[in-house]
């Protein structure tokens, strides 16, 4: 199990580089998941999974079932980020962090305020979370230009600029889902929430912002950016390159959010853990 999720990180580690239409995901199995769907997990799964193990290791069981669920709970501890997100379709490697570990600076909070003549700090005022999205949002868009060649690179940088074909975010929508407070870190990942074709004028995106110190989603970003002309004033379809270089990362979330969702069932109906509970 370790090797399974280590591996899809390995291969997921960044965008893929660069290479002709013909190498197109069409010789790629569909990306079906062949466990139980996303949906039949509690949203809680995580930390539920994780007291589950710890109760279990509170009545001592033997020493070969102690090792091994211990091992599963540091497991689960380190690659929290990648089980959670993962899950959900969110490509965790490095290089697909928009925002990876960033620091909550203190000024990033609201004033302090003071609640029965006690003063406690705010948390991040709600305006930081869209810009730590679109930080993470920019960031991920260049790094498919990092990994395409130098005509194609140039396109992709140049959606983020008004000088021909670029990209205008037309709406976000922005649930909130824990106060972030100082100290801590964020994670910012970015997914396809639609698979384009080659007729989109427009990308919607999923982010999830994902706090270190509570390892949970702070908040959930859907954005609707629209594709635009600023040479011809109106909207235009995606490059043929991009939308296969999209199609390709749809492809591969769904790949991950299959791998991953089978890790996550296996360490729940794990028959050592269920015995130890007995």
């Known amino acids: 199990m370790r090797r399974s999720l280590l591996n899809r990180d390995a291969r997921r580690a960044q965008p893929p580089s660069s290479r002709p239409l013909s190498a197109c995901v069409a010789h790629r199995k569909p990306a079906e998941a062949e466990g139980p769907k996303s949906a039949s997990l509690n949203p809680r799964w995580f930390t539920d999974l994780g007291h589950r193990i710890e109760q279990c290791l509170a009545r001592q069981p033997g020493s070969q079932d102690a090792k091994v669920l211990r091992e599963r709970l540091d497991y689960l501890n380190k690659h929290w980020l990648e089980l959670s997100a993962g899950r959900e379709g969110f490509l965790t490697g490095h290089g697909w962090r928009g925002l990876d570990k960033h620091s909550v600076a203190w000024g990033e909070m609201d004033s302090m305020v003071r609640v029965a003549l006690a003063p406690r700090s705010g948390h991040v005022n709600n305006v930081m979370h869209n810009r730590y ?25 140049e959606l983020m600029t008004p000088k021909s074909v670029g990209l205008i975010l037309r709406s976000i929508k922005t649930d909130y889902k824990l106060p972030i407070t100082y100290p801590d870190s964020v994670t910012v990942l970015h997914k396809l929430a639609r698979k384009p074709d080659y007729k989109s004028e427009a990308i919607f995106l999923e982010a999830v912002i994902l706090s270190h110190q509570h390892r949970r989603p702070a908040a959930r970003c859907f954005e609707d950016i629209a594709v635009y002309d600023y040479r011809a004033g109106r909207r235009a379809p995606l490059q043929d390159f991009m939308v296969h270089r999209l199609r390709d990362t749809y492809d591969s979330q769904e790949e991950s959010r299959a791998e991953v969702e089978s890790e996550v069932w296996t360490f729940k109906t794990m028959r050592r853990l269920k015995l130890a509970c007995m």
């Open 133 to 157: 999205a679109e930080s993470a949002r920019v960031n991920w868009l260049l790094r498919l230009a990092a990994a395409a060649d130098p005509d194609h690179g140039r396109q992709w940088r």
